[in-house]
Nanobody, 119 residues
Framework: QVQLVESGGGVAQAGGSLRLSCAASGSIVSINSMSWYRQAPGKQRELVAVIPSSSDTKYADSVKGRFTISRDNAKNTVYLQMNSLKPEDTAVYFC?????????????WGQGTLVTVSS
């Protein structure tokens, strides 16, 4: 079994910053891609940023230039540095990992962490 635990959510003022972390643990042989999604009230879950096993990264247009995704492979951890926050960034943020546990490759989700940006 694989577990993802997020941390770092909270309340920030518009223009401020927060850093999210997501640590994977359990039966892990390797982790392929790691990503962050978010879901605002009444909206569908959307992809925010993804970092494959390589150094390539991709971002939603709405966060380009403000958010940075990174990963520490030694710690099986992915980060999301969020700068210049806007009220529209308010959402529950989820991390997702595609993990090889030696028997199969599957996707796993964290429980979510709430980010609230006040104007």
């Amino acid at each position: 079994q694989v577990q993802l635990v997020e941390s770092g959510g909270g309340v920030a003022q518009a223009g401020g910053s927060l850093r999210l972390s997501c640590a994977a643990s359990g039966s892990i042989v390797s982790i392929n891609s790691m990503s962050w999604y978010r879901q605002a009230p009444g909206k569908q879950r959307e992809l925010v940023a993804v970092i494959p096993s390589s150094s390539d990264t991709k971002y939603a247009d709405s966060v380009k230039g403000r958010f940075t995704i990174s990963r520490d492979n030694a710690k099986n951890t992915v980060y999301l540095q969020m700068n210049s926050l806007k009220p529209e960034d308010t959402a529950v943020y989820f991390c997702r990992a595609v993990v090889n546990n030696g028997n199969y490759v599957g996707q796993y989700w964290g429980q979510g962490t709430l980010v609230t940006v006040s104007s």
